[in-house]
């Protein structure tokens, strides 16, 4: 079993929807969450990291973590077509120095 | 651009060569990490650096590899005697915390 799954997808959704995208992972140590953007044959990009269950906002976009089921979100607001890209969540634990990676959702915002 | 560079872009090299990356991190950043990334799966730890000491290596990373970072700042990783297997995105990536990174372009090789 990998340490974290993520559905690659591929979402496709019409502009201006609600995008959700998830993260399970097994090791109950992680403590650190992020979520990163990647467009083709770029390194990926930070859009947010969080520490604790519950939510973090910023402008469009929303993570959310739920430590007790072992799950964590991404939500995407008023979806543009620039957001088409991978979306990769990566996490890592307190007494390691190794981020483990899901393997991506690949999103397409249709205008 | 005060960002994570890498350093070349693209490598074309033919099997049985040896090759080698470099990686500038953000200046103030002392955290240093080296993954592979191949087609459509996620980036793949392979080594960290605290300043210039190496503290962790991936189980999976060949004993054809091998990273440094003298005095701490840009690192370097070496593929040596490379293998078709290992054409792939090489990502480099630095931190201040251990609560996120930030990756630079990236180096694509490509071993014929």
């Known amino acids: 079993q990998k340490e974290v799954e993520q559905d690659p997808g591929p979402l496709s959704v019409p502009e201006g929807a609600i995008v959700s995208l998830n993260c399970t992972y097994s090791?109950?140590?992680?403590?650190?969450f992020m979520w990163y953007r990647q467009y083709s044959r770029k390194g990926p990009e930070l859009l947010m990291y969080t520490y604790s269950s519950g939510n973090k906002e910023d402008g469009r976009f929303t993570a959310q973590v739920d430590k007790s089921s072992k799950y964590i979100s991404l939500f995407i607001r008023d979806s543009q077509p620039s957001d088409s890209a991978t979306y990769l969540c990566?996490?890592?634990?307190?007494?390691?120095?190794?981020?483990?990676f899901g393997t991506g959702t690949s999103l397409t915002v249709i205008p | 651009d005060t960002g994570v560079s890498q350093n070349p872009r693209h490598k074309i090299t033919k099997r049985g060569q040896n090759v080698t990356f470099r990686c500038d991190p953000i200046s103030e950043h002392n955290r240093l990490y080296w993954y592979r990334q191949t087609l459509g799966q996620g980036p793949e730890f392979l080594t960290y650096f605290q300043n210039e000491a190496q503290l962790e290596k991936s189980r999976l990373l060949s004993d054809r590899f091998s990273a440094e970072r003298p005095k701490g700042s840009f690192s370097t990783l070496e593929i040596q005697r490379t293998e078709q297997g290992d054409s792939a995105m090489y990502l480099c990536a630095s931190s201040f915390s251990k609560d996120t990174q930030y990756f630079g372009p990236g180096t694509r090789l490509t071993v014929l």
């Open positions: 990566a996490m890592n634990q307190n007494t390691g120095n190794q981020f483990y």
């Open positions: 090791n109950s140590a992680f403590q650190y």
